[in-house]
């Protein structure tokens, strides 16, 4: 069954509550009537919540020191208010960022929900569905232009948990103009020291690797790599070569992309783009969902 299936077969039938902060926009809203219809999720709207006052509390733990009055008229912005909803178990998810910017949206999530155990860095990846059947987690394609090597393991760390979630398995891939030891160089220098950081940690990971031996064993044999060349978490060094990547994959390979999918956080909470389409919509909103179904903790492997 293709991820989307499972994604669509896991949200169906949970009631599921999903907040979407921007139902002004009418795609939002016939997404909202079809999550709804189709029996994928219950839109939770913002007026149906409580007192801003019961939420005060999420934003003095993110920002020690907040006066509650100037909490009380942040939360009067839709988008942390549904990010709130979220960090008081209110609602399952919130998808938002068909209207506002990547940047809100991340903002107030930091300032409610907060980031998972062992994450400091927010994230994002696309699900890439070749047309030969395989399912791939790209990170990050969208956010974080130029990693360092703890925001790399952070990276890494989240796409693992995230491809455990939605297809059970998570090798992952640090790519590389060079595999192994054979090149040098600061990017090289990068990846090495991620990798190291996660080897340290006991999890299972190539890199640096390039994209051929991270995907085809019969290279990753020829280039000395053990156990490669199954990999279905790709992660690049930089933003540069993510995003050049996914969109290669769409126009020369068709593949479809689905994304960017916010991670990184305590509590499922992604973004659309700006362009996003009421299908595109709907598909994100499964997926978070599915996210949420997952089990985040499980330490990756």
Known sequence: MALLERAFDLA???GARVVLPEMDDPRVAEAAARLHREGLAEPVPLSAAGPAENYVGHLLRARPGLKPALALRMLEKPLIRAAAMVA?????VMVAGA????????????LTVGMAPGVTTPSSFFVMLMPDGRELIFADCGLIVAPDAAQLADIARAS??????LTGRAELALLSFSTGASGAGPSVDLVRAATGVLRAEGLS??????????????IAARKGCERGGHANVLIFPSLDAGNIAYKLMQELAGAQALGPILQGFARPISDLSRGASVADIVAVTAVTLALASGNP???PG
């Open 12 to 14: 169906r039938g949970r």
């Open 88 to 92: 008081a178990g209110e609602a399952d």
């Open 99 to 110: 209207v506002a910017p990547t940047r809100r949206v991340i903002e107030a999530a930091q």
């Open 160 to 165: 693992a948990r995230s491809a455990l979630s």
């Open 205 to 218: 990971v190539q890199g640096p690797v390039q994209g051929d031996a991270a995907l085809n064993p019969l």
């Open 297 to 299: 903790d499980q330490p």
